[in-house]
């Protein structure tokens, strides 16, 4: 990748190409930021880009990459060589529905790879020259999902929750070092993550209630990370129900999860 030698700092954004992370684009190009936009789709990354630079200044480029292949963070980091990334954002998800019992595997390890071993072996690679340098940002996507366990979408709640942990824990550690690490924790978003997760044998969500904007969520995520916040949690109601486990019986939180998971998929 050429070397962008503008005077603008350079953010990376995972699954940019729509939803929170296109929304999270946006306000970085808002903010003057060279962008590195990856997604797995190059079509929509096009398109993306149309849009943002339509708008802004920003230099924009565009990667096509599935972030779910092993070695992917490495191929990345090693494509965008000098290059400093001041501004992370690990944002690129999906999401499964269904009883582990009988879900797909091969989906599903793409799924922990994305999630679990892509959005932490990224945060090492680019963590290391933030620390030289002594400043950058990171904002890894949890979900308000990471608070509790989600039969049904097991996997998803737990790889969420993996993410949540893993950005608190490393936040502390980077205290005093002018490196951030936020956790984002939205609640239901408007976008086409609702349909993805619906794809298969169960229909999209019935409960269409405390849905959030993809922009809203998002501006209050960039908010966040900006601030250096450790866990931000979009929305009065979310934050509540993100308190919630913490005084009720987590048997008791999961079957709950469960109640709502079947009254949204049922005919
Ligand atoms: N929407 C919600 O209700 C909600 C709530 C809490 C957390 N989140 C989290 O927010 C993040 C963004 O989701 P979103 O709601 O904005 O959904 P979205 O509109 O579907 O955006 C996700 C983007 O990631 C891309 N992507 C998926 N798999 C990828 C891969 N293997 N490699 C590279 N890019 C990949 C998708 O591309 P394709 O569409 O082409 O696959 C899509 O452009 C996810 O981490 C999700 O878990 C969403």
Redesign the pocket.
């Known amino acids: 990748m050429e070397n962008l030698n503008t005077s603008a700092k350079t953010a990376l954004v995972?699954?940019?190409?729509?939803?929170?992370?296109?929304?999270l684009a946006l306000l970085l190009a808002g903010d003057g930021y060279d962008l590195i936009l990856?997604?797995?789709?190059k079509i929509?990354l096009e398109k993306a880009k149309l849009i943002i630079a339509k708008d802004f200044h920003s230099h924009i480029t565009l990667i096509e990459?599935?972030?779910?292949?092993s070695n992917?963070a490495q191929e990345l980091f090693d494509e965008i060589g000098n290059t400093v990334i001041e501004v992370l954002i690990n944002?690129?998800?999906?999401?499964i529905y269904g009883s582990f019992g009988n879900t797909d595997w091969e989906r599903e390890s793409?799924m922990l790879?994305?999630?679990v071993i892509?959005t932490t072996h990224l945060t090492k690679l680019f963590l290391k020259g933030m620390l030289e340098r002594g400043s950058g940002k990171i904002l890894n996507?949890?979900?308000?999902?990471a608070f509790q366990p989600g039969p049904m979408m097991s996997l998803?709640y737990a790889s969420?929750a993996y993410i949540l942990s893993f950005s608190e824990a490393i936040a502390n550690e980077l205290i005093g070092t002018g490196v951030t690490v936020t956790a984002?924790?939205?609640?239901?978003?408007?976008?086409?993550?609702?349909?993805?997760v619906s794809e298969g044998d169960c229909t999209e969500n019935k409960i269409r209630f405390n849905?959030?904007n993809?922009d809203d969520?998002a501006a209050y995520g960039y908010r966040a990370m900006k601030k250096g916040k450790t866990v931000a949690v979009p929305g009065v109601l979310n934050k509540f129900l993100s308190k919630v486990p913490r005084f009720v019986p987590r048997r008791t939180v999961t079957a709950i999860i469960r109640k709502i998971q079947d009254k949204n998929r049922s005919d």
Do not use: W
């Open positions: 995972t699954g940019a190409a729509s939803g929170l992370g296109y929304e990856v997604d797995i789709d929509n990459k599935d972030l779910s292949a992917s944002n690129a998800g999906f999401g793409d790879n994305l999630h892509t996507m949890s979900s308000l999902a998803y969420k984002l924790c939205p609640g239901q978003t408007d976008t086409r993550f609702q349909a993805v849905i959030g993809a969520v």
